[in-house]
T-cell receptor, first 114, second 114 residues
Framework: GENVEQHPSTLSVQEGDSAVIKCTYS??????FPWYKQELGKRPQLIID?????GEKKDQRIAVTLNKTAKHFSLHITETQPEDSAVYFC?????????????FGTGTLLAVQP | NAGVTQTPKFRVLKTGQSMTLLCAQD?????MYWYRQDPGMGLRLIHY???????AKGEVPDGYNVSRLKKQNFLLGLESAAPSQTSVYFC?????????????FGQGTRLTVV
């Protein structure tokens, strides 16, 4: 089955700096890689995703890159702001068994210091 | 349009007691999931359902049962609660039978077993 590893577990940056979170996956058949943001006390929400037919996707200050050969994908946040402080989760599909399911990484707590 | 709603939001149980968590979605989604969130462990899949009347085991199914009698509802049951089941529980749903679509989460249920 799919194994998703996420690093770092905590990340502290100064406001305005960039933040990078990296995930690795094990299933070479995986073709969809979403990122979810969970603010304190709130529910996780999708912020960006990438499919395996592209290497990079951007949405304003956030971007995701994918390296299929190395089986890793990364979330990049530029010009960080205090409201970016949250827990970020990556995920990848598990195609094993009779049905498919999404497997999440262990999360990264991002703290943006003003 | 409420999205995904979980009931209750908070609960304290004594060891050995039973309870049922209710998840309701009004988006006509096929897939529904139950996750538990623990510090440092991320989101771990307990059980999931790919359609009305079907359920399947996730990564950590022991001690839990589920039912999907109606398409819009997914129930998570604890027959004999244990302190190890103290956690925050999230329900989620997604539209497609493919795993590569956005998952919409409920607001979470904080369960404490004493």
């Amino acid at each position: 089955g799919e194994n998703v590893e996420q690093h770092p577990s905590t990340l502290s940056v100064q406001e305005g700096d960039s933040a990078v979170i990296k995930c690795t996956y094990s299933d070479s058949a995986s073709n969809y890689f979403p990122w979810y943001k969970q603010e304190l006390g709130k529910r996780p929400q999708l912020i960006i995703d990438i499919r395996s037919n592209v290497g990079e996707k951007k949405d304003q200050r956030i971007a995701v890159t994918l390296n299929k050969t190395a089986k890793h994908f990364s979330l990049h946040i530029t010009e960080t702001q205090p409201e970016d402080s949250a827990v970020y989760f990556c995920a990848a599909p598990n195609y094993g068994g009779a049905t498919n399911k999404l497997i999440f990484g262990t999360g990264t707590l991002l703290a943006v210091q003003p | 349009n409420a999205g995904v709603t979980q009931t209750p939001k908070f609960r304290v149980l004594k060891t050995g007691q039973s309870m049922t968590l209710l998840c309701a979605q009004d988006m006509n989604h096929e897939y529904m999931y139950w996750y538990r969130q623990d510090p440092g462990m991320g989101l771990r899949l307990i059980h999931y359902s790919v359609g009305e009347g079907t359920t399947a085991k996730g990564e950590v199914p022991d001690g839990y049962n589920v039912s999907r009698l109606k398409k819009q509802n997914f129930l998570l049951g604890l027959e004999s609660a244990a302190p190890s089941q103290t956690s925050v529980y999230f329900c989620a749903s997604s539209y497609s039978s493919n795993v590569d679509t956005e998952a919409f989460f409920g607001q979470g249920t904080r369960l404490t077993v004493v």
